[in-house]
């Protein structure tokens, strides 16, 4: 041990003096080593582009480019087969749409609450709550929206969707309506205002009350044919894409710092107008890279949309129609390459991997969007 | 411009913004798992039938040979008069005018049919084939549906238009007056004597075989699977992750190369999972030849590299928050680079690495759509070691999907889908318990 430790002390001070050449030559081929280990998974990333490229560029020369994101009939194993995968793309695009429409809003109050709005004490119970979100398997998040979710929204689908619109729509509505009449209450002279205010108000909160009811009583006699749907699946992968929206999204308003909040309470501004236009635009591009990474996210996740989203290769009627069956790409993949043969070079093998081939250089792209959106907060923070 | 009143309103139904989201985030969190824990406990304790001590001593020589054999005497008994009631109606149908017995016959079969369900084979009745066949209902909630599908005729109405409703018609009104009238009134009230439910506590399930197609025994070969496939993608991505944390951290001057490195890494960790699924099909099986087929081999090197890019982050954070001082404690005694990496940074980063690890164990076991195509099979047995090279393995997360929506009878089997859930996810939170109480020990811990 001692010994050890004198050899190391004189070598590295022998280092420090001359140049041994056989201490060097260890010192580079060690960095060396470590430098190929890293490269590992530039290796990786590489290897998966050239695979994935590989098996997928056979179908683009076999068939046209064109029918794959032009048609919409997808018939993979009749004679002759043909692989129009518009319907499956939209599919993707209609499910992610559904699940950021979920994610963002709720994921960016969740975000600013934590950062801003809750005392800490909180905010260390609440973290591991959006930590379980994150770590629960996306096979049970399938499992909950075809076993437990599916039947439900079949049976009570209507009042279900209602009673959330409902909730929804009804406090954010009222604020508007506020912010409106102050607006339009402004422009009368002082001893007017009130009243103006208040018949403001009252007209437009009965227009909207009218709207909210009508609306909701539409919603509350929907009848859902299936429970397996778009809706489905874009509501638990919204779920599912919340906690990346959630923390990526705290990142980046964290990263903000005290003097831009202190500078705007001194100029009098209440805690919501300091982070609505402050923070918020100042953490803006943070909060889009946390935004593209949820999308990504949702776009990427197998299992529940093979479970959840009916797998009907079919655009919706009309195309926002949400409560009807979709397909996606990762369900397609994941469901057709039992059916296509594995080994040998079908038609139908090489055209998934052509879908996997569209999945990866989609999120390739992303991928090096967020990260300039997060690098670019970096440097301005700097 | 607002009035101040407006503003502060604002400000507070935005703080009320804030709080309901979390609110509904950790209300999610709830309604997910509740049925799953709920559920899924009841694949481990339930209250199990004379027929589930049975199987247990016929097919897997569990239990007291004797005290069952008293419980079969004691509910043989009490069958007997279903049998009874079966028979005489059956003589009574022979002798029956042929209208009234073509109206009665189809619905006696199904009686027939749904008593079998329940009870097992009947006495003199040859043993069948399928195991599912030879035992009646094993657990008591199956048992009770099992019931209700003796005493009530499944009828749609269809008067108000469109799919209909669905409706019970009593069967006791259809056989009235006949033999079989008794039978329902008495399969009613002596459901208990007959099936001698008792609270069970079915611990084995997560370590037992599965026979006939997961209808009895538990999930062992899926946990099996499952703790492989983990082990592996962990033994693969840790030393890599590690070194490649280190070198990123220790070594690495900023130049090209590095950037884009950390570029790969990043990308990486974007791949969508359904794509190393392929990746590990195309590149493992179809061109290296690793194996022949699907093994477990193939399914942990795809999970690992799906990891990876988590624990380099993991590491990578871990190591830079061993404070400065450290190292340069290190070095001014003495020490190399390299030594004081290996016995000063490390060993106080460790901890922090370790959570990294923990996490991504969670995530490889929680991961279905890279092992479809690379590792999972939906029925196997348990693997030795040796086998774990070449052959593929059943697994929690693909067989929680498989059984769910792919199995032929999706029903009867609903608490050997919710036991799996319920097992996966518990392990996948312990993991990440740990996780973050040896995180909270950090904080407490690496201070200057």
Same mark, same amino acid.
Request: glycine share 8%; net charge positive; aromatic share 8%.
């Given at each position: 041990?001692?010994t050890?430790?004198m050899?190391s002390?004189?070598s #590295?001070?022998?280092?420090s003096?001359s140049?041994n050449r056989n201490?060097?030559?260890t010192?580079?081929?060690g960095?060396g080593?470590?430098?190929?280990?890293?490269?590992?998974s530039?290796?990786?990333?590489l290897?998966?582009l050239?695979?994935?490229a590989?098996d997928a560029?056979p179908?683009f #020369?076999?068939t &046209?480019?064109k029918?794959f994101?032009?048609?919409?009939?997808?018939?993979p194993?009749?004679?002759?087969?043909?692989?129009?995968a518009l319907s499956?793309?939209f599919?993707s695009?209609?499910v992610?749409l559904?699940?950021?429409?979920?994610a963002?809003?709720?994921?960016l109050?969740?975000a600013v609450?934590?950062s801003?709005?809750?005392?800490?004490?909180v905010?260390?119970?609440?973290?591991?709550v959006?930590?379980m979100l994150a770590?629960?398997?996306s096979v049970a998040?399938?499992?909950f929206?075809l076993?437990?979710?599916?039947?439900a929204?079949q049976e &009570?689908?209507?009042?279900?969707l209602?009673w959330?619109?409902?909730?929804v729509v009804?406090?954010?509505l009222a604020?508007t309506l506020?912010?409106?009449?102050?607006?339009a209450?402004?422009r009368f002279?002082?001893n007017r205002?009130s009243?103006?205010?208040?018949l403001?108000f009252?007209?437009?909160g009965a227009?909207?009350?009218?709207?909210?009811?009508?609306?909701?009583?539409?919603? &509350?006699?929907?009848e859902?044919? #299936?429970?397996?749907n778009?809706?489905?699946?874009a509501?638990?992968l919204?779920?599912m894409?919340l906690p990346?929206?959630v923390s990526?999204a705290e990142d980046?308003?964290q990263a903000i710092?005290?003097d831009l909040?202190?500078?705007?309470y001194?100029l009098?501004?209440t805690?919501a107008?300091t982070l609505?236009?402050v923070?918020?635009?100042a953490?803006a591009?943070?909060?889009?890279a946390?935004a593209?990474l949820?999308?990504?996210r949702a776009?990427?996740?197998?299992?529940?949309?093979?479970?959840?989203?009916?797998?009907?290769?079919?655009?919706p009627?009309p195309w926002y129609?949400?409560?009807?069956p979709?397909r996606?790409?990762t369900?397609t993949?994941?469901?057709?390459?039992?059916e296509a043969?594995q080994s040998?070079?079908s038609?139908?093998? &090489?055209?998934l991997f052509?879908m996997?081939?569209?999945?990866?250089l989609f999120?390739?792209?992303?991928n090096m969007i967020?990260?300039?959106?997060?690098?670019r907060?970096r440097?301005?923070l700097r | 411009?607002?009035?101040?009143?407006?503003?502060?309103?604002?400000d507070?139904?935005?703080t009320g913004?804030g709080?309901?989201s979390?609110?509904l985030?950790?209300?999610?969190l709830?309604i997910?798992?509740?049925?799953?824990?709920?559920r899924? +406990?009841?694949a481990?304790v339930?209250q199990? @039938?004379?027929e589930?001590?049975?199987? *247990?001593?016929e097919?897997?020589q569990r239990?007291d040979r004797d005290? *069952?054999?008293?419980?079969?005497?004691?509910?043989?008994?009490?069958r007997q008069?279903?049998f009874d009631?079966?028979?005489?109606?059956?003589?009574e149908?022979?002798r029956?005018?042929?209208t009234?017995?073509?109206? *009665?016959k189809?619905?006696?079969?199904q009686?027939?049919?749904?008593?079998?369900e329940l009870l !097992?084979?009947l006495p003199g009745e040859e043993?069948?084939l399928?195991m599912?066949?030879q035992?009646?209902? %094993?657990?008591?909630?199956?048992?009770?549906?099992?019931i209700?599908k003796i005493?009530?005729?499944?009828d749609y109405?269809f008067?108000g238009? !469109?799919?209909?409703?669905?409706?019970?018609k009593?069967?006791?009104?259809? $056989?009235h007056?006949?033999?079989?009238e008794?039978? $329902?009134a008495y399969v009613?009230?002596?459901?208990v004597?007959?099936?001698?439910?008792?609270?069970t506590?079915?611990?084995?399930?997560?370590t037992d075989?599965?026979h006939?197609a997961?209808?009895?025994? !538990?999930?062992?070969?899926e946990?099996?699977g499952?703790?492989?496939? @983990?082990?592996g993608?962990?033994l693969?991505?840790?030393?890599?992750?590690?070194?490649?944390a280190?070198?990123?951290?220790?070594?690495?001057r900023?130049n090209?190369?590095?950037?884009?490195?950390r570029? =790969?890494?990043? /990308?990486?960790?974007?791949?969508?999972?359904?794509?190393?699924?392929?990746?590990?099909?195309? $590149?493992?099986i179809?061109?290296v030849?690793?194996s022949?087929n699907?093994?477990v081999?193939?399914?942990?090197?795809t999970l690992?590299? *799906?990891?990876l890019p988590?624990i +380099?982050r993991?590491s990578?954070e871990?190591?830079?928050a061993?404070?400065?001082?450290?190292?340069q404690?290190a070095?001014?005694?003495?020490a190399?680079h390299w030594r004081?990496?290996?016995?000063? +940074?490390l060993?106080?980063?460790l901890p922090?690495?370790? @959570?990294g690890?923990?996490?991504s164990?969670?995530?490889?076991a929680?991961? %279905?759509?890279?092992?479809i195509? @690379?590792?999972?099979?939906?029925?196997?047995?348990p693997?030795t070691?040796?086998?774990t090279?070449?052959q593929p /393995?059943p697994?929690?997360p693909?067989?929680?999907?498989?059984? =769910?929506?792919?199995?032929?009878a999706v029903?009867?089997?609903?608490?050997?889908?919710?036991?799996m859930?319920? /097992?996966?996810v518990?392990l996948?939170?312990?993991?990440n318990?740990?996780a973050?109480?040896?995180r909270?020990?950090i904080?407490? !811990?690496?201070?200057t």
């Amino acid at each position: 041990m001692r010994t050890g430790m004198m050899n190391s002390a004189k070598s #590295s001070l022998m280092l420090s003096r001359s140049a041994n050449r056989n201490q060097r030559l260890t010192r580079w081929f060690g960095e060396g080593f470590l430098l190929v280990v890293t490269s590992l998974s530039m290796l990786a990333v590489l290897f998966i582009l050239i695979f994935i490229a590989r098996d997928a560029l056979p179908f683009f #020369s076999w068939t &046209h480019f064109k029918e794959f994101f032009v048609s919409t009939a997808w018939y993979p194993t009749q004679n002759p087969p043909s692989f129009g995968a518009l319907s499956i793309l939209f599919g993707s695009l209609l499910v992610t749409l559904g699940a950021a429409l979920v994610a963002i809003p709720l994921g960016l109050t969740a975000a600013v609450c934590l950062s801003d709005v809750l005392p800490f004490r909180v905010r260390q119970t609440v973290k591991p709550v959006v930590e379980m979100l994150a770590a629960i398997p996306s096979v049970a998040y399938g499992f909950f929206a075809l076993i437990v979710f599916a039947p439900a929204l079949q049976e &009570h689908g209507g009042p279900m969707l209602a009673w959330a619109f409902w909730l929804v729509v009804t406090p954010f509505l009222a604020l508007t309506l506020l912010v409106l009449a102050d607006l339009a209450a402004a422009r009368f002279a002082e001893n007017r205002q009130s009243l103006v205010r208040g018949l403001v108000f009252a007209l437009l909160g009965a227009m909207a009350a009218w709207g909210l009811w009508k609306t909701g009583r539409r919603l &509350h006699g929907l009848e859902i044919s #299936s429970g397996t749907n778009a809706l489905n699946a874009a509501i638990i992968l919204g779920i599912m894409a919340l906690p990346t929206m959630v923390s990526v999204a705290e990142d980046a308003l964290q990263a903000i710092g005290r003097d831009l909040r202190m500078a705007s309470y001194a100029l009098g501004a209440t805690r919501a107008e300091t982070l609505v236009r402050v923070v918020i635009p100042a953490a803006a591009s943070g909060i889009l890279a946390a935004a593209i990474l949820a999308i990504m996210r949702a776009i990427g996740e197998t299992m529940v949309v093979w479970m959840a989203s009916g797998n009907a290769a079919r655009i919706p009627e009309p195309w926002y129609n949400l409560l009807e069956p979709v397909r996606t790409l990762t369900a397609t993949i994941a469901g057709d390459m039992g059916e296509a043969d594995q080994s040998a070079g079908s038609a139908h093998y &090489h055209v998934l991997f052509a879908m996997a081939l569209v999945l990866l250089l989609f999120s390739l792209v992303c991928n090096m969007i967020s990260e300039r959106m997060i690098a670019r907060t970096r440097r301005r923070l700097r | 411009m607002l009035r101040l009143g407006t503003r502060k309103l604002l400000d507070r139904s935005f703080t009320g913004l804030g709080v309901l989201s979390i609110t509904l985030l950790t209300a999610a969190l709830l309604i997910l798992l509740a049925p799953m824990c709920l559920r899924g +406990i009841g694949a481990y304790v339930f209250q199990g @039938t004379v027929e589930f001590r049975r199987v *247990l001593l016929e097919k897997l020589q569990r239990g007291d040979r004797d005290e *069952l054999k008293r419980e079969l005497a004691a509910t043989a008994r009490a069958r007997q008069p279903v049998f009874d009631a079966l028979l005489a109606f059956q003589q009574e149908l022979d002798r029956m005018p042929a209208t009234q017995r073509r109206k *009665l016959k189809p619905e006696f079969e199904q009686v027939r049919a749904a008593v079998k369900e329940l009870l !097992g084979p009947l006495p003199g009745e040859e043993i069948p084939l399928m195991m599912r066949s030879q035992y009646g209902q %094993t657990r008591w909630d199956r048992a009770q549906v099992k019931i209700r599908k003796i005493l009530f005729a499944e009828d749609y109405d269809f008067s108000g238009g !469109g799919l209909g409703r669905k409706m019970l018609k009593p069967r006791a009104t259809t $056989f009235h007056g006949t033999a079989l009238e008794p039978l $329902f009134a008495y399969v009613e009230h002596h459901a208990v004597a007959m099936l001698a439910p008792q609270w069970t506590f079915y611990g084995r399930f997560l370590t037992d075989e599965s026979h006939d197609a997961h209808f009895f025994g !538990g999930i062992g070969p899926e946990a099996l699977g499952t703790l492989y496939l @983990t082990l592996g993608a962990i033994l693969f991505a840790v030393p890599m992750g590690v070194i490649a944390a280190i070198y990123l951290v220790e070594y690495a001057r900023e130049n090209r190369l590095v950037r884009l490195l950390r570029i =790969c890494i990043s /990308t990486l960790a974007g791949v969508p999972s359904i794509v190393f699924g392929l990746f590990g099909l195309a $590149f493992f099986i179809n061109t290296v030849h690793l194996s022949a087929n699907k093994s477990v081999l193939v399914g942990a090197l795809t999970l690992g590299l *799906l990891i990876l890019p988590t624990i +380099i982050r993991a590491s990578e954070e871990a190591l830079r928050a061993v404070p400065e001082a450290y190292k340069q404690a290190a070095l001014s005694l003495g020490a190399g680079h390299w030594r004081s990496v290996r016995t000063v +940074i490390l060993p106080a980063a460790l901890p922090g690495i370790l @959570t990294g690890v923990i996490i991504s164990m969670g995530r490889a076991a929680g991961e %279905t759509a890279p092992i479809i195509f @690379t590792a999972a099979v939906s029925v196997g047995k348990p693997l030795t070691l040796w086998q774990t090279l070449s052959q593929p /393995t059943p697994a929690l997360p693909w067989n929680i999907y498989n059984l =769910c929506s792919e199995h032929v009878a999706v029903d009867e089997i609903r608490h050997v889908q919710y036991g799996m859930v319920f /097992t996966l996810v518990v392990l996948v939170l312990l993991l990440n318990l740990a996780a973050i109480i040896v995180r909270a020990r950090i904080s407490k !811990g690496l201070r200057t």
